[in-house]
């Protein structure tokens, strides 16, 4: 199993910009989510997906972010415009769900915003 | 809402000694997960827990859950230099039965040759 892909590894951009992050979950996986992580304030959930459907997204920080899941095997995060506060790891986790297993994280994608 | 409390936020020690570090909360979980970050990746799962008083060893790693169910511990005996990154507990709740696992800081180990 490949795990969870994240693409791109690194993206640097410059602030008014539109970012797009994606997402492959493992094969069978279920849930989908996208965390953000700073040295601020540590691993914050943004989103979470069951079977593609968008479950929570209450920590969205702004409508500048947006994600969409639109089969089991891809998502994309994106922020519209980018804005430097935004420069952050974020990443994607996939899991089972009911079946009480953790999350499998990505190995994040790391936004700079100039 | 929810939060954890993650002690200590830092740890340095020598190679060999024992190392623990443990996660409060105010509220009740029915799971509790400890991962491991190192630099540059994702967070990867040492130990999950599901029964309050479970105690369940991984190698040199050993995690309980308490019995109150508000808080968990993790020990690594032994440390050696590839023990360095971070500890996350995290704890998932029975309300409403969300999949969301909410995050304690994490703890930053470095280990000294």
């Known amino acids: 199993d490949a795990g969870v892909i994240q693409s791109p590894r690194h993206e640097v951009t410059e602030m008014g910009q539109e970012v797009t992050l994606r997402c492959k979950p493992i094969?069978?996986?279920?849930?989908l989510f996208w965390y953000r992580q700073t040295m601020m304030r540590g691993l914050e959930l943004l989103i979470y997906?069951?079977?593609?459907?968008?479950?929570?997204d209450s920590g969205m920080p702004e409508d500048r972010f947006s994600a969409k899941m639109p089969n089991a095997s891809f998502s994309t995060l994106k922020i519209q415009p980018s804005e430097p506060r935004d420069s952050a790891v974020y990443f994607c986790?996939?899991?089972?769900?009911?079946?009480?297993?953790?999350?499998?994280f990505g190995s994040g994608t790391r936004l700079t915003v100039v | 809402g929810q939060q954890l409390n993650q002690s200590p936020q830092s740890m340095f020690i020598q190679e060999g000694e024992d190392v623990s570090m443990n996660c409060t909360s105010s509220?009740?979980?029915?799971?509790w997960l400890w991962y491991k970050q190192d630099p540059g990746e994702g967070p990867v799962l040492l130990i999950a827990?599901?029964?309050?008083?479970e105690l369940t060893s991984n190698g040199r790693l050993t995690a309980q859950f308490g019995i109150t169910r508000k808080d968990s511990f993790l020990n690594i005996s032994a440390s050696i230099p590839s023990d360095v990154g971070i500890y996350f507990c995290?704890?998932?709740?029975?309300?409403?039965?969300?999949?969301?696992?909410?995050f304690g800081k994490g703890t930053k180990l470095t280990v000294n040759p």
């Open positions: 509220s009740i979980f029915n799971t």
């Open positions: 995290a704890g998932r709740s029975s309300q409403g039965g969300s999949e969301k696992l909410v």
């Open positions: 827990l599901y029964k309050a008083g």
């Open positions: 094969s069978g996986h279920n849930s």
């Open positions: 986790a996939s899991s089972l769900v009911g079946v009480g297993y953790g999350y499998t």
């Open positions: 997906f069951n079977n593609n459907v968008p479950i929570d």
